[in-house]
């Protein structure tokens, strides 16, 4: 596709119901990465994937939270038993190469998570 | 710990001036280092790259210094102009941590005309 694409933009549910939350990432691109951001912060590492291996996913807060990438393209971040605090814009993003020289990386434009 | 630290107070510039952001960080020996614009509402977007064997990168009006001595980065946008408002964040790559980019907190620069 043209750019990153990350559904659904807005989703809201009531605690302890689990989410997913999908990244199409720009065709070709080797690299997928997951973000958290809170209002006024920067970007926080979760995981990345490079193909369909998850290569870290040391920003992962809790066992409640995964990510795949079963065939090297589109990834879902999966949230189980939501929690308010989880409540956050959750970004994914691409990059051509895999830890390559360029390395940038190509922002989604997010999806907004509630927790009630 | 390990610490990536930008100028946490907005920063307000006249139109015409020159901005300077500044990105910090500690215990990090980063491969390179990468200034990303974000506008409200919007995903971050690549400005430029600089390596750690390269001391500064232009593009236009753009320039990015790289101290790896000082363990510090200046971003500096010159002739600044209202629609350079945005808040610029830098990014580190971690050589002995794979392909993780970790961001700071990100600047806000607001330019008045």
């Known amino acids: 596709g043209a750019g990153v694409s990350q559904s659904p933009r807005y989703k809201v549910t009531k605690r302890g119901q689990d989410v997913a939350l999908r990244c199409d990432p720009i065709?070709?691109?080797?690299?997928l990465y997951w973000y958290r951001q809170a209002l006024g912060q920067g970007p926080e590492f979760l995981t990345y994937?490079?193909?369909?291996?998850?290569?870290?996913k040391s920003g992962l807060p809790n066992d409640r939270f995964s990510a795949e990438r079963p065939e090297g393209s589109i990834s879902t971040l999966t949230i189980q038993r939501t929690e308010q605090r989880d409540s956050a814009m959750y970004r994914c993003?691409?990059?051509?190469?895999?830890?390559?020289?360029?390395?940038?990386?190509?922002f989604g434009e997010g999806s907004r998570l509630t927790v009630l | 710990s390990q610490k990536i630290e930008q100028n946490s107070e907005a920063l307000n510039i006249q139109e015409g001036k020159t901005a300077t952001l500044t990105c910090n960080y500690t215990?990090?020996?980063?491969?390179?280092l990468q200034w990303y614009r974000q506008d409200p509402g919007r995903g971050p977007v690549f400005l430029l790259l600089?390596?750690?064997?390269?001391k500064e990168k232009r593009k236009e009006r753009l320039k990015v210094t790289f101290d790896t001595t000082l363990k510090q980065s200046l971003f500096h946008i010159t002739a600044s102009q209202p629609a350079d408002s945005a808040t610029y964040l830098c990014a580190l790559l971690i050589y002995n941590q794979g392909g993780k980019l970790i961001f700071g907190q990100g600047t806000e620069l607001s330019v008045k005309p």
């Open positions: 065709s070709g691109h080797v690299s």
């Open positions: 993003a691409s990059s051509l190469k895999a830890s390559g020289p360029t390395g940038e990386l190509f």
């Open positions: 215990n990090y020996s980063p491969a390179y």
């Open positions: 994937f490079n193909y369909e291996a998850q290569q870290d």
């Open positions: 600089i390596r750690e064997n390269e």
